[in-house]
């Protein structure tokens, strides 16, 4: 082995550090953006990890890449063209290309070395970016909202955590330029963090899109390697309510099958901790979905 | 401070350990059945380890309780005996207490010590043991089940995972005492492990009450500091079933608060992510919930 590792650790300011048992680090550098690694770990496969973050895990990355595609597309009727902001790793494109209806992905990523390096290491989620359907550019995506004329039906932003470069991300000029180029019946998601630890940016998330959305409401997900293992999206949407709007029979119909996402778990996913559903409904003062 | 401590580890054999920052041993003692130790945590409050592995912790033991205790008392329409099968920390007789009807709460815990140190160090958890309705008897679980007379309502195995004093807790024997000491329209409720992890056990906890329940169904929770994330209980019952047999209203109307549970999470927890639905589905062949 090139570069042997025993562990690789993801420290949390929460008070508690997680480590991975390693046999290998496959990928080590240092981009303009962001330290990137991809390590061989004993029991999660390869991880991809930026800033020492644990992004991506062969074992967990379908729990993530189901709900951040298919709660949208099995909402919206016609989902023709999607964008995702981020997504380097190629895992959410991967998901929605299964849609057959999906004509174009446009993806922006900012980091040309994180997908170099998951195109080359973790071909499980990267081999979705050769798709002829998925239009990748290398990009930043704060600029390219800004810029593009293109209208979309669903868009996704699958950022990292609002530090580094994601920051922008999390911005209120970020998020006027997102509903812009988001068709009258279009539907947002975005990577919304831990409903444990992270209720302040949840509610800064939830002030981004009330101005420009009709329905909003977060929904929950659990992945082994995120910390805290509970995770949110946020769905905002200029029309469609996430489960009202939602009809289970084209799941059944579409013959895909999933691992983690299903019809149940799509209603179900939007039912709330008390917590975080109390914050939701003081947050968004009658303008939430339920 | 009398046993400074810089950090507790959780070591799992999934390939990975946790480490929690830490300020002070507050006990640590060998009983007959298992080591049990209590440390003062930076992130997550006074912590309870039996054998070194993570059982309660002061930030996050709401969402366990809740689930374990809410869920079958908010089904059963009148909860009046309810057993607990271990639970020597206390935190789900405190919960269960809460429910007006429950007349008497027998509690059977094995280990001394761990209701010792809780009560010394956790009363967050421990002070529901000193509840006139709460009776607690240290005594074996397993001999407990099989010599009682008694009749319950509601059976609750609150009980660690499967080595150590657990084991015979996930065997047979037991859970034909169980269903034999539980009324016609009793309801049990057990720890039911990792769905990520523990797919072989939660089969077999499947074929422990299969032949016993007219329902059974697995819901899930989000602990923080469980391996993971997502951790389950198993419902069965010779009469209820888990959502057809729940009143939202009834939630309501009993005025009580919760951190974690509502009528929402109540119905969405049955939801399981596909790959765990699916065992559900095989397991049970047409004896399942849906």
């Known amino acids: 082995m090139a570069n042997p590792l025993d562990y690789i650790e993801e420290k949390h300011p929460q008070g508690f550090t997680v480590r991975y048992e390693a046999t290998e680090l496959l990928f080590e550098g240092q981009s303009e953006f962001q330290n990137v690694k991809v390590v061989q770990t004993k029991g999660f496969g390869k991880m991809l990890l930026n800033d020492d973050l644990v992004m991506v895990t062969e074992k967990d990355e379908f729990v993530y890449h189901d709900m951040i595609a298919h709660v949208p597309l099995f909402v919206h009727p016609n989902p023709k063209r999607v964008l995702i902001i981020g997504g380097g ?3 959410t494109a991967r998901e929605v290309i299964r849609h057959p209806q999906v004509e174009t992905c446009v993806m922006v990523e900012v980091d040309q070395m994180v997908v170099d390096a998951c195109k080359e290491f973790i071909p499980q989620t990267a081999e979705a970016m050769s798709d002829s359907r998925v239009d990748l550019r290398i990009e930043d995506g704060v600029k390219f909202m800004k810029e593009s004329e293109m209208t979309f039906d669903v868009i996704l932003v699958d ?4 530090i580094g470069p994601a920051t ?3 911005g209120e000029e970020f998020y006027e330029d997102v509903f812009t180029r988001l068709a009258d019946d ?3 998601v975005a990577q919304g963090e831990s409903p444990f630890y992270e209720q302040t940016m949840q509610k800064k998330l939830i002030s981004l899109v009330k101005p420009h959305a009709k329905h909003f409401a977060f929904y929950n997900f659990h992945n082994m390697t995120y910390p805290g293992g509970l995770w949110s999206f946020l769905f905002a949407s200029k029309k469609y309510h ?4 939602f009809n289970a029979r084209r799941v059944a119909e579409s013959g895909m099958s999933f691992q983690y996402y299903n019809a149940e ?3 179900a996913s939007f039912a709330l901790p008390e917590f975080q559903s109390s914050m939701q409904k003081a947050e968004s003062y009658g303008k939430t979905c339920e």
């Open 159 to 162: 950022s990292t955590d609002p």
């Open 186 to 188: 279009g539907i947002v």
């Open 168 to 170: 922008p991300l999390f």
């Open 242 to 245: 996430p489960t009202k709007d």
């Open 265 to 267: 778990m799509h209603t």
């Open 89 to 91: 790793d190629g895992g």
